[in-house]
């Protein structure tokens, strides 16, 4: 039940048949330092994935990769037994080493045992939405991606994953998983400085498929720009709630996870991302990317 009088910036999207609010939240910040390990506020993870819930959110973005497994498990110890509006998107390709990097996972076996994993730290029997997570922690890749990507639409024949997604992925490597499967969501890094994926936004919300993007207040390089603070002094609010509007205006098909280990910066963002844009502020913010 939401604590919130008024709707959350954005409204709503579809993906496939499941509703979730656009405003949505990345669990990646719940883990120790890294994304290793557990939090150093454990009661505190907690109480941010409850204000999550308390807020209206609807959309949950994680990985069994955080932590490894723990934040899927402070979520299954935050939230079980889950809201029936809430929506759970985890993804798959990527395991974890001593050391904290991210090596690729994705052969078919791989894949298997991590939906499992997943299935079992969430306290879940179906998973919502499955992201196969493609390239590295570099970026993205070049190169097929038909054998993990029919792995998983065998999952989902078996009834373990409700619906589709791509992570990481090139505008080819999205347009194969389309023509083996139908996928509801892309996740890739983009932002207001960020701009790669402007025209692949733009193809996917013709085709009613979500664009997610991470690192949407630019990840662990908080986003710095002098445009962005001088819209956002003018406005008088943060250079993230400015960050987050535009990416609510940039497109319809725009879901947003802004990640956070602080209940008071999640209610900051879920109130500035709804500051309305003018043209002008608008094409002032277009030129940071360009
Ligand atoms: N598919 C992939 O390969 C991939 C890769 C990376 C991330 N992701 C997903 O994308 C989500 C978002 O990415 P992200 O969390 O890495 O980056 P982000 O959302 O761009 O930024 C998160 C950072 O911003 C800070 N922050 C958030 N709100 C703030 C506020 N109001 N004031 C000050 N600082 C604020 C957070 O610190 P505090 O904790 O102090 O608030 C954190 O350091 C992740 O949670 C994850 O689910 C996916």
């Given at each position: 039940?939401?604590?919130?009088?008024?709707?959350?910036?954005?409204?709503?999207?579809?993906?496939?048949?499941?509703?979730?609010?656009?405003?949505?939240?990345?669990?990646?910040?719940?883990?120790?330092?890294?994304?290793?390990?557990?939090?150093?506020?454990?009661?505190?993870?907690?109480?941010?994935?409850?204000?999550?819930?308390?807020?209206?959110?609807?959309?949950?973005?994680?990985?069994?990769?955080?932590?490894?497994?723990?934040?899927?498990?402070?979520?299954?110890?935050?939230?079980?037994?889950?809201?029936?509006?809430?929506?759970?998107?985890?993804?798959?390709?990527?395991?974890?080493?001593?050391?904290?990097?991210?090596?690729?996972?994705?052969?078919?076996?791989?894949?298997?045992?991590?939906?499992?994993?997943?299935?079992?730290?969430?306290?879940?029997?179906?998973?919502?939405?499955?992201?196969?997570r493609l390239g590295d922690a570099q970026g993205t890749q070049a190169g097929s991606l038909a054998e993990p990507f029919e792995a998983l639409v065998e999952l989902q024949r078996q009834g373990l994953i409700r619906h589709l997604g791509v992570s990481n992925a090139t505008a080819e490597q999205v347009a194969e998983a389309q023509a083996i499967a139908p996928i509801v969501c892309v996740q890739n890094m983009y932002n207001l400085a960020y701009r790669r994926d402007d025209e692949l936004i733009d193809a996917l919300a013709e085709d009613g498929v979500a664009y997610v993007p991470f690192f949407p207040l630019g990840g662990f390089s908080p986003l710095q720009s002098s445009a962005l603070s001088s819209v956002a002094a003018r406005l008088s609010t943060t250079p993230m709630s400015v960050a987050l509007a535009w990416l609510l205006q940039r497109s319809p098909n725009i879901l947003l996870i802004p990640g956070t280990s602080s209940a008071a910066h999640l209610r900051e963002n879920v109130a500035g991302a709804g500051v309305p844009l003018t043209g002008a502020e608008l094409a002032e913010l277009d030129e940071i990317g360009r």
């Open positions: 039940m939401s604590t919130l009088s008024a709707p959350l910036p954005g409204g709503t999207w579809t993906l496939g048949d499941l509703t979730v609010t656009r405003f949505g939240y990345g669990a990646m910040q719940l883990a120790g330092p890294g994304v290793m390990g557990p939090p150093a506020d454990h009661d505190g993870a907690l109480a941010v994935l409850r204000e999550v819930v308390d807020l209206g959110i609807t959309h949950l973005d994680t990985s069994d990769a955080y932590g490894p497994h723990l934040t899927n498990r402070l979520i299954r110890e935050a939230l079980h037994p889950y809201p029936a509006s809430l929506r759970i998107v985890t993804k798959v390709g990527a395991t974890r080493d001593r050391q904290g990097g991210w090596p690729t996972a994705r052969a078919p076996e791989d894949l298997r045992r991590s939906v499992h994993e997943n299935l079992e730290n969430l306290g879940v029997e179906v998973l919502d939405v499955v992201n196969l």
